[in-house]
């Protein structure tokens, strides 16, 4: 049950953003911690104006971000900027180790070329329907190759198409730029690159 909005409002009141008691290396460092402790309890990434909200107003988030970097150097674990935001993720020398540990079966990239090859293009054409992609490779899109990009949070529903009959599009979502390790749309390979890797093909 949530908190009634004016008890609320008195504990972000009471919530000590600036900590003058402090000496300045002090409050630095509690700053960099809070911070830590935000993007720990965070599963997604958390943009730079909610950590100015736990940290004084004169102070960086970005270079307090740059100095957890630091800090974390040598740990299993690092900062990662994704998807307009920062959050903590396991490096990724530590993957087999973890899937060995969870024995982790279906994993969320363990696609096959094709199902890459639609995402990409709908990365690169988004928002786009199922006829759109259709036009793309020439050949029908089964419903449930969307569907497994979908139940991976790959993709989610657009906005409806101008169309007749106003089908739905699909867009790519903050899961896949995480996925991917990309900040935002503007960080995806050119697509001449794309094509010469066999991602996708020159008519995508």
Do not use: C
């Given at each position: 049950?949530?908190?009634?909005?004016?008890?609320?409002?008195?504990?972000?009141?009471?919530?000590?953003?600036?900590?003058?008691?402090l000496p300045t290396e002090l409050r630095w460092r509690e700053w960099m911690r809070?911070?830590?402790?935000?993007?720990?309890?965070?599963?997604?990434?958390?943009?730079?104006?909610?950590?100015?909200?736990?940290?004084?107003?004169?102070?960086?988030?970005?270079?307090?971000?740059?100095?957890?970097?630091?800090?974390?150097?040598?740990?299993?674990?690092?900062?990662?900027?994704?998807?307009?935001?920062?959050?903590?993720?396991?490096?990724?020398?530590?993957?087999?180790?973890?899937?060995?540990?969870?024995?982790?079966?279906?994993?969320?990239?363990?696609?096959?070329?094709?199902?890459?090859?639609?995402?990409?293009?709908?990365?690169?054409?988004?928002?786009?329907?199922?006829?759109?992609?259709?036009?793309?490779?020439?050949?029908?899109?089964?419903?449930?190759?969307?569907?497994?990009?979908?139940?991976?949070?790959?993709?989610?529903?657009?906005?409806?198409?101008?169309?007749?009959?106003?089908?739905?599009?699909?867009?790519?979502?903050?899961?896949?730029?995480?996925?991917?390790?990309?900040?935002?749309?503007?960080?995806?390979?050119?697509?001449?690159?794309?094509?010469?890797?066999?991602?996708?093909?020159?008519?995508?």
């Open positions: 049950m949530r908190p009634p909005k004016k008890a609320k409002d008195q504990a972000e009141t009471d919530f000590d953003r600036e900590l003058d008691d809070r911070i830590e402790a935000v993007l720990f309890a965070s599963a997604s990434p958390v943009p730079r104006e909610d950590l100015a909200r736990v940290v004084g107003q004169g102070a960086s988030v970005d270079l307090l971000v740059e100095d957890l970097v630091a800090d974390l150097e040598g740990r299993s674990f690092e900062v990662a900027q994704v998807a307009g935001g920062w959050m903590l993720r396991t490096r990724p020398t530590y993957a087999p180790a973890i899937r060995a540990a969870a024995d982790v079966g279906e994993q969320l990239l363990d696609l096959d070329e094709y199902d890459v090859a639609v995402l990409a293009a709908i990365a690169y054409h988004q928002p786009v329907t199922r006829d759109g992609l259709k036009d793309i490779f020439g050949k029908e899109i089964s419903r449930d190759l969307i569907g497994r990009l979908h139940a991976r949070g790959l993709i989610g529903t657009g906005p409806r198409s101008p169309r007749r009959g106003a089908p739905y599009t699909y867009v790519t979502t903050e899961q896949f730029l995480v996925a991917f390790d990309l900040e935002s749309l503007q960080d995806l390979p050119d697509r001449e690159q794309m094509e010469d890797a066999g991602v996708i093909n020159s008519q995508a």
